[in-house]
């Protein structure tokens, strides 16, 4: 069984931090910067998780955040889990978009370390014996 894709979409520095443990724990990452190579990427290989930073900001004409498109494309693939890292300054932002797109997970930053790596082990398929 090959290692799951893990998606880690940086745009900034709050999920580069982790990138040993998500390969400790057995996961393939692949990092983008840029939202629509992400896109592209969730498009043609759905990861089985993806790990991005959420942010908000005011002057965002047509939406609240940098994920939405992001997202809203990943909800095509109900394999895939979605986590997110976020300042508690835009927890209304974040509960907003939740309520219309799914994310399976959300963590405050500062990312407390263990809380992170029990939600990835949790979703971690099971490699056979």
Known sequence: MSAPLLLMVSAFI???N??????EL???V???WSERKAIALVRKTPPAVIVADFFHQTDF????????????????????K????????????????????RID???????????LR???ENWRPDTPD
């Open 30 to 32: 692949v990092a983008e």
């Open 61 to 80: 004409r047509d939406r609240l955040s940098n994920l939405e498109s992001l997202l809203a494309t990943a909800q095509a693939s109900s394999a895939t």
């Open 118 to 120: 029990s939600v990835l």
């Open 14 to 16: 709050g999920t580069a």
């Open 18 to 23: 982790f990138r040993k443990l998500y390969q």
């Open 82 to 101: 979605i986590l997110v890292f976020y300042e508690p300054a835009h927890q209304a932002a974040l509960d907003k978009v939740a309520a219309r797109l």
């Open 26 to 28: 057995g996961y393939h």
């Open 105 to 115: 997970a959300a963590l405050v930053m500062p990312v407390d370390e263990g809380k």
